[in-house]
């Protein structure tokens, strides 16, 4: 253990490989892809993080999900737009979805 320590080469190899070694199981992608299925036309609400204590929360309709993304038609005032998210921004609470009916459902 003490070479891995002392040699400069190894050791922030090592640092880096245990952050990105860190995956998330394919059965939790494949329950928020099928929650978001059963969401497709459904009005939604949802909270973007956008930094440090910023969000943004918008309203939309989910248009189509497709392998690693799904859709979102947003209609504000004065300006109509389809915006992209990844499965993966809601299992690491990037994106917070909400369904609008009388429970307020979170979606994920």
């Known amino acids: 253990m003490e070479m891995i320590l002392t040699n400069k080469w190894y050791f922030p190899f ?12 394919a059965s939790s992608v494949t329950r928020v892809k099928g929650a978001v299925e059963d969401c497709i036309g459904k009005k939604v609400k949802f909270k973007m ?51 609008c009916d009388d429970k307020e459902t979170r979606i994920g």
């Not at 939309?60 to 979102?72: Q, R």
Request: cysteine-free.
């Open 49 to 99: 993080k956008k930094g440090k204590s910023r969000s943004q929360f918008s309203e939309g309709v989910i248009v189509d999900t497709y392998p690693s993304i799904f859709t979102v038609f947003v209609e504000k005032k004065d300006h109509k737009r389809i915006v992209s998210f990844n499965y993966i921004d809601i299992l690491t609470n990037n994106v917070e979805f909400y369904i």
């Open 14 to 25: 090592f640092i880096i490989f245990s952050i990105e070694g860190d995956y998330l199981p």
